[in-house]
């Protein structure tokens, strides 16, 4: 982890990326759970409110008649999840220095870069909302007028050989749009919200960077990532009361790790 890779320079000061071992983002787990054990009731907001949010989405894709668009949308729903938890990011940096945090100063933590963490909120929004159409195109080309109904969903779309061209090009526009949202975000935010003299694009830009230098680690976090979030989906949402801030204070770690910063 000793060896740094020079990325290129901010308005403020020289961004460099670390290289990182294989292993690391089991490290990240590790001292996530341990930010979740020492913000508890922070951390169930957080995770209540993503469960709370899945039956919402359930629920408005009932009322409008759409429900064959729900795995598209929980896909959506990861695509923008590093925004909605920046308050977490916010705990961890602040436990980091031997501070507490309250749920005010959590959800007030977009306040230390507000302009360039909803920029990047909004760039992340609207990559969840191509997926979403092109999901719904897709829908449209193999099922004309008649989409599968929830009962069938999983049936017509995983066990029917006609299916196979449907599924092969979803899962590869969805993949391709999911590692790109993945590459934007994945040290983006963090950093935003630690280096408020920092703009969305240097971020990005590292971000991207990051993945680059450490593809392997941070493929491997990918997929943890993704078991995590399905296995809160399988249980109807109510995993996700626990994986979401487990992930959000991993990710903080995950940042910490991936930038050099001063002194640390």
């Known amino acids: 982890m000793a060896e740094t890779t020079s990325v290129g320079a901010s308005t403020a000061a020289a961004i460099r990326i670390r290289r990182i071992e294989l292993d690391q983002p089991w490290q990240w787990l590790t001292k996530g759970w341990q930010d979740f054990r020492a913000n508890p009731a922070l951390g169930l907001f957080y995770g209540l409110l993503a469960a709370v949010t899945g039956y919402l989405i359930l629920f408005g894709l009932w009322w409008a008649g759409m429900l064959y668009l729900i795995l598209p949308l929980l896909g959506g729903f990861l695509i923008v999840g590093p925004i909605l938890t920046?308050?977490?990011?916010?705990?961890?940096?602040?436990r980091e220095r031997g501070q507490g945090t309250t749920f005010f100063e959590a959800l007030a933590a977009f306040q230390r870069n507000p302009t360039q963490i909803a920029l990047m909120g909004v760039a992340l929004l609207l990559l969840m909302f191509a997926w979403v159409r092109l999901a719904a195109m897709l829908f449209m080309l193999y099922f004309g007028g008649n989409p599968p109904s929830f009962a069938n969903l999983f049936a017509e779309t995983f066990l029917e050989p006609d299916a196979l061209p449907f599924l092969v090009i979803g899962t590869a526009v969805g993949g391709i749009l999911a590692f790109l949202a993945y590459s934007m975000s994945v040290i983006s935010i963090p950093l935003l919200l630690d280096r408020p003299e920092a703009n969305v694009i240097e971020a990005i830009i590292k971000s991207f960077e990051a993945v680059q230098f450490n593809f392997f680690p941070l493929l491997l976090w990918a997929a943890l990532i993704v078991i995590f979030i399905i296995a809160g989906l399988v249980t109807f949402f109510l995993g996700l009361v626990?994986?979401?801030?487990?992930?959000?204070?991993?990710?903080?770690?995950?940042?910490?790790?991936?930038?050099?910063?001063e002194g640390r």
Not at 86 to 94: D, F, I, M, N, S
Not at 242 to 261: I, K, N, Q
């Open 242 to 261: 626990v994986v979401l801030p487990l992930l959000g204070f991993a990710s903080w770690h995950a940042y910490c790790d991936l930038v050099e910063r």
């Open 86 to 94: 920046v308050g977490l990011y916010e705990a961890a940096r602040r």
